[in-house]
């Protein structure tokens, strides 16, 4: 299979698995509110492909705005694990507890660099992947049909530091709106799609080792509306990881289409895990 066909779901993801907990329920209207967290943790944010850490701009607003420290990693989109290694260094030097959450690629890299650290309280997954050890991004792009990223992206060669070449993917930007952000106006979409951050086609073959998922709760938004990755797929993850997932009609682009809905599902698990 050609790498752009593998690509078209890149981005995405699933999971609420409170670790330990049996089978997956939805929330209900109306639930029991969580107290607060009597110190705030820091919120850690991990931007996934064809996209920076200004895509996460609304988010830190509104967590901002109820008090959470807030970082927005670089993820460098180089490959899986190197990806990992930065925001897991990112990781070591927050103090105290931590709520991480991750977008599209954003969700696996972020489930490699939480394994092992005690102080990472929750990981929340924004339409992305939830990769079992030995799988691939790629491995998973296939499993559902209905995703139109693949035929979209443009391949660009770029040389490495230690000789050879690697292939540099973006969205072709008179697809972008269409199949990234359908939800976001015309002129927030094109000024997207001109400042997206390329992908290494490699990032998207190199097999997980970690799954941060199975001993740390979770959280899931599923995106309805997602021209990148089919909505089975991430409800198909999610129920994998016996997780609790929650649903919204928007893009792939849900983190800046819908930022306070993202921001009070990682208040959410804050409130859950952090006391």
Partial sequence: MRFTSLLTTITAGAVLALSGCGGAS????????????????????????????????????????????????????????????????????????????????????????????????????????????????????????????????????????GGGTANDLYIKQDEFHRVFAADVTPEVAELMAATQRPITEGALNEPATEAAWKSIPSWNMVTTADLAIPAESMRFMGDRAKSHSVEIAASHAVTVSHPDAVADLVDQAARATVT
């Fill in 26 to 161: 939805a929330e209900q209207p109306g639930s029991p509110e969580q107290p607060a967290p009597a110190v705030k943790p820091t919120v850690v944010l991990v931007h996934g492909a064809f996209a920076d850490a200004s895509s996460w701009n609304g988010v830190v607003a509104s967590l901002k705005r109820d008090g959470y420290p807030v970082i927005a990693a670089a993820n460098p989109l180089r490959g899986l694990h190197d990806d990992a290694a930065y925001v897991a260094g990112v990781l070591k030097s927050v103090p105290g507890p931590v709520v991480l959450a991750g977008h599209s690629y954003g969700g696996p890299v972020m489930s490699e660099a939480a394994a092992g650290n005690p102080n990472v309280k929750a990981l929340v997954y924004i339409a992305s992947f939830i990769l079992e050890p030995g799988e691939s991004t790629s491995q998973l792009a296939a499993k559902f049909p209905g995703a139109q990223l693949g035929p979209t992206l443009q391949t660009v060669p770029v040389p490495l530091a």
